[in-house]
């Protein structure tokens, strides 16, 4: 059975930074940070593959690093710079096996509880 745990989450002042980890279980070919503000549509922010190759969302190209530990089989998303409306509850998310590079919610069949993260000015 595959499940994910996020952790790292927390608050921060405008212009610091956190790391967010993902303990995951499971074969997986994709696994993708999402967030959620309220009453907004989930976003993929940024995602990485078997191979190392990653996409980001522009909002947060060259602030954010997504990176994972095979062995330890736990994903990180490294969040620098970080802005007010960075705020939102973050997700880790896992395709099926076969996934390739996607960003896109419909790819990713598992999803971890959520770890919220708030930016204040």
């Known amino acids: 059975q595959v499940q994910l745990q996020e952790s790292g989450g927390g608050s921060v002042q405008s212009g610091g930074s956190l790391k967010l980890s993902c303990a995951a279980s499971?074969?997986?070919?994709?696994m993708a940070w999402f967030r959620q503000a309220p009453g907004k549509a989930r976003e993929g922010i940024a995602a990485?593959?078997?191979?190392?190759?990653?996409t980001y969302a522009e909002s947060v190209k060259g602030r954010f690093t997504i990176s994972q530990d095979k062995a330890k089989n736990t994903l990180y998303l490294q969040m620098d710079s970080l802005k007010p409306e960075d705020t939102a509850i973050y997700y880790c998310?896992?395709?099926?096996?076969?996934?390739?590079?996607?960003?896109?919610?419909?790819?990713?069949?598992?999803w971890g509880q959520g770890t919220q993260v708030t930016v204040s000015s």
């Open positions: 998310a896992m395709s099926g096996f076969g996934g390739s590079l996607s960003r896109r919610e419909t790819e990713f069949d598992y």
């Open positions: 499971g074969d997986t070919r994709c």
């Open positions: 990485i593959d078997e191979d190392g190759l990653t």
